[in-house]
Structures are given as C-alpha cells and as structure tokens.
C-alpha cells in the first residue's frame, strides 16, 4: 500500500500543471468575459504558489512536525516507531494542505478583481481571519504547538499578502 500511496504522490505532483490548467478552465466556463481574462494571468500564478505551498510544507513543515510529534512523549514511556505508510500519509496530506494554502492570496485577489468582496472588508475582516487561522492551523497540524506555529505563520503571512495585492 505504501507504494500506491508514492505512486500517487508522484502522479498528483507529475499532473499538477494539467490539473491546474482544467480547474481554471472549469471555473472561467462559468464567468463572464470580463472576468475570464483573469483566469489566464491567474492560472500560472496558481501553478507557481502550490508547487511553492508544497516545497514549503515538504522542506519546513515535515521536519519541525516530526520533531514536535517525537518530542510529545517521553522515550523512556513509548518507544517511537515509524512505518513508511504513515510517514507518506503525513508527508502526503501536510504538503497538499500546505499547497492548498499558499493559494489564499491569489483566491483574494481574484475574488476583489471580480467584485465580489471589496478590498477594504478584508481590512475589516482581518480579527476575524488571525483567529480562523490559529483554529484552522489547530484543526490541520497534528497535536504539536511547532507545527501549528509553522502552519499559521504563512496562513497570517499570505492573509496580509492577499490584502496588499487585492487593493
């Protein structure tokens, strides 16, 4: 199973521009012309932040939350063990969170270049996303404070970069 589980990894990472491409074709299907434009400057733009989310969560992420998790418990208590499956699941699922996140900046700037949220309710909103962020980060990261803490500081980060570019 462990080597479905890299077949995959590798495949979603192989396809990723393809599968980039017809999820903007899917959504500029449904919009006006005006807003269909932005779909081709937005399209490489979202390759480019997942594949950089994903070297992020792969590079910083994995290393400081397999510290954080082997740190939780004393040794002398349980002994540590790690299975090759679980360690992809875990590579797996925090590379493609953190891929996922890295889009934030570009969904806000999209969502205030078509109109449908103004750039100044995200300066309104921003009390209300710090702590949507540190619950979200919470509810995604494994039960570490060093992984929550390298998962929110990007989210933090990209919110405040999704309000510079939104105006």
């Given at each position: 199973?462990?080597?479905m589980k890299?077949?995959?990894?590798?495949?979603v990472?192989?396809?990723?521009?393809?599968?980039?491409?017809?999820?903007?074709?899917?959504?500029?299907?449904?919009?006006?012309?005006?807003?269909?434009?932005?779909?081709?400057?937005?399209?490489?733009?979202?390759?480019?932040?997942?594949?950089?989310?994903?070297?992020?969560g792969?590079?910083v992420?994995?290393?400081?939350?397999?510290?954080?998790?082997a740190?939780?418990?004393?040794?002398?208590?349980?002994?540590?063990t790690y299975?090759?499956?679980?360690y992809?699941?875990?590579?797996?699922?925090?590379?493609?969170?953190?891929?996922?996140i890295?889009?934030?900046?570009?969904?806000?700037?999209?969502?205030?270049?078509?109109?449908?949220i103004?750039?100044?309710?995200?300066?309104?909103?921003?009390?209300?996303?710090?702590?949507?962020?540190f619950?979200?980060?919470?509810?995604?990261?494994?039960?570490?404070?060093?992984?929550?803490?390298i998962?929110?500081?990007?989210?933090l980060?990209?919110?405040?970069?999704?309000?510079?570019?939104?105006?």
């Open positions: 199973m462990a080597m890299l077949a995959f990894i590798v495949g990472f192989a396809a990723s521009p393809v599968m980039a491409w017809q999820f903007w074709k899917f959504v500029g299907a449904g919009l006006y012309p005006r807003e269909r434009r932005y779909v081709l400057a937005f399209a490489p733009a979202s390759f480019l932040l997942f594949i950089g989310g994903c070297t992020f792969y590079l992420m994995i290393p400081y939350t397999l510290y954080g998790l740190r939780l418990n004393s040794v002398d208590v349980i002994l540590q299975v090759f499956s679980d992809l699941s875990l590579v797996m699922s925090l590379t493609i969170i953190m891929g996922s890295f889009e934030l900046p570009l969904l806000m700037v999209f969502f205030a270049k078509i109109g449908l103004q750039p100044s309710t995200y300066n309104k909103w921003r009390r209300f996303a710090i702590v949507v962020n619950v979200l980060a919470a509810i995604l990261t494994p039960a570490d404070a060093i992984s929550m803490l998962m929110v500081v990007p989210l980060l990209l919110y405040e970069i999704g309000v510079l570019f939104s105006f």
